[in-house]
């Protein structure tokens, strides 16, 4: 089995009246070795953002960043950590599979070329992030051509993402279709640092109440379709997870798994748009 490397990207303030964020590197977590901080970005991108930046304050940055690795504990405590001091987003923790230092080297690059030094935003707000099974499922539907917008989609037998429940708006359901019956969706993405596997429950929990009050409005012959994104470095600890949505009434698919994915789409988008 390959080793799983997750990660997180960081970002600095280059001005703190303005708020604004850019990201400069990332916290690699080996399964095997203590974590790694990468500076990725130049100091000549942060100088095109703010001047002020030079040699000895991104030195002092980097050396704030690599005391708060060294003295937590865990790869969980090192990301809540950071993300504190809003040197990172701790709800952004990505991952890859690795089998040699050159395939590291490569996925480091790759994470290089996609978000460093890209600016998170003017406000000071990052921007929302879903996880990548969630993405993942829009840009199917969207290839499909059968993506709504609005609420009011669900209607026109579109597929809707982020809808909310019923007479309980703080809770949604990552995607909802109608076809004679309404079909609800919700994703599950286990790309996290291990020590975080436990919020999975804590998801799965909310999930899987949110699917139970929309059910009550939208009928007794509604669907709750759960899909899951599995590494396989953690499909023990979800194993549990996995059986409490079953056991609530839920079908269950993998996304990493073509013929569940075909199942699923059979069931959660029109037929008419499958391939």
Request: some cysteine; aromatic content about 8%.
């Amino acid at each position: 089995m390959n080793p799983t490397y997750h990660y997180v990207v960081l970002r600095l303030s280059t001005d703190d009246l303005r708020g604004e964020l850019i990201n400069v590197g990332v916290v690699l977590f080996p399964s095997d070795k203590p974590p790694q901080l990468f500076v990725l970005a130049t100091l000549n991108k942060l100088r095109a953002l703010d001047a002020t930046w030079d040699t000895p304050r991104l030195a002092e940055w980097t050396a704030n960043v690599q005391q708060i690795i060294e003295i937590e504990k865990s790869a969980a405590e090192v990301v809540r950590a950071l993300g504190r001091f809003r040197y990172c987003d701790p709800e952004a923790v990505g991952s890859f599979v690795a089998n040699s230092h050159a395939e590291v080297a490569k996925n480091l690059s790759d994470i290089k070329a996609t978000y460093i030094a890209n600016r998170i935003g003017n406000d000071g707000k990052p921007r929302e992030r879903r996880p990548r099974l969630h993405t993942a499922l829009k840009e199917q539907f969207r290839r499909m051509h059968v993506l709504g917008v609005e609420a009011d989609d669900v209607a026109q037998h579109l597929v809707v993402p982020n809808v909310p429940v019923p007479h309980h708006p703080e809770l949604k359901t990552d995607f909802v279709y109608k076809n004679g019956a309404y079909r609800i969706t919700q994703a599950i993405d286990y790309h996290v640092a291990p020590d975080s596997v436990h919020n999975k429950l804590a998801e799965a929990c909310v999930k899987s109440t949110a699917a139970e009050l929309a059910m009550r409005a939208y009928g007794p012959g509604t669907l709750r379709l759960a899909v899951f994104d599995i590494p396989d470095a953690l499909a023990g600890a979800a194993d549990a997870h996995v059986d409490l949505l079953h056991a609530q009434g839920f079908e269950i698919f993998h996304f990493r798994d073509p013929q569940s994915m075909a199942d699923y789409l059979s069931k959660g988008a029109p037929a008419a748009a499958l391939p």
